[in-house]
């Protein structure tokens, strides 16, 4: 059975860090492309970053362009995100999913295309 969880989460002051892992189990990883999606309180849950099976295809929201940062490591199953110069609008619930199928393009921005989740890590970012 694949299993996500997602570690890292906490509490930043505006214009911190945080590094998010997402660690997998009971799939064969490196054939998967993986996203990272968040959940503010009283909002909808947003797409944040994409990362191809291989590492070379990654996307990202525009409120994060330029500031986050997503990555795999396929010999330890785990996918990354890290988050500089964060803002207050980043705090949400951060998710790591597994994206279903070969074809993301256009896609990977959905998360009904996305077959396998964690349950999700706190980021709070203080101003």
Request: with cysteine.
């Amino acid at each position: 059975q694949v299993q996500l969880v997602e570690s890292g989460g906490g509490l930043v002051q505006a214009g911190g860090s945080l590094r998010l892992s997402c660690a997998t189990s009971g799939g064969t990883f490196s054939r998967y492309a993986m996203g990272w999606f968040r959940q503010a309180p009283g909002k909808e849950r947003e797409f944040v970053a994409f990362i191809a099976w291989s590492g070379g295809s990654t996307y990202y929201a525009d409120s994060v362009k330029g500031r986050f940062t997503i990555s795999r490591d396929n010999a330890k199953n785990t996918v990354y995100l890290q988050m500089n110069s964060m803002k207050p609008e980043d705090t949400a619930v951060y998710y790591c999913a597994r994206f279903s199928g070969t074809y993301y393009y256009t896609l990977y921005k959905y998360g009904h295309r996305y077959d396998y989740w964690g349950p999700g890590t706190q980021v709070t970012v203080s101003s």
